[in-house]
């Protein structure tokens, strides 16, 4: 079983920097692919960027050149940096993993608040 735990959120002012990290417990996290999701107050959960097991990214276009996913499997986590923060990237950013033999992501975090606001 995995369980997910984000830290770093916080708040920022627009054009700063942040990032997230998720760390992993419970299973053998090398295997999993990984991504971001977030969810803005009155809206639907989007994913924001997304890692596979053997290290291939694709994110959202509206993140495109400035979110980062990576991960180190040695440490069990995963990271998204987030540099030219705008007033639109404000959400709770969630963590989620995809099981081995699993079709979509399965296994969630609690989430992180992200603000970014003057």
């Known amino acids: 079983q995995v369980q997910l735990v984000e830290s770093g959120g916080g708040l920022v002012q627009p054009g700063e920097s942040l990032r997230v990290s998720c760390l992993a417990s419970?299973?053998?996290?090398?295997?999993?692919?990984m991504g971001w999701y977030r969810q803005a107050p009155g809206k639907q959960r989007e994913l924001v960027a997304a890692?596979?097991?053997?290290?291939?990214?694709n994110y959202a276009d509206s993140v495109k050149g400035r979110f980062t996913i990576s991960r180190d499997n040695a440490k069990n986590t995963v990271y998204l940096q987030m540099n030219s923060l705008k007033p639109e990237d404000t959400a709770v950013y969630y963590c989620?993993?995809?099981?081995?033999?699993?079709?979509?992501?399965?296994?969630w975090g609690q989430g992180t608040q992200v603000t970014v606001s003057a």
């Open positions: 890692i596979t097991s053997s290290g291939s990214t």
């Open positions: 419970g299973s053998i996290f090398s295997t999993n692919d």
């Open positions: 989620a993993a995809q099981r081995v033999g699993a079709t979509q992501y399965d296994v």
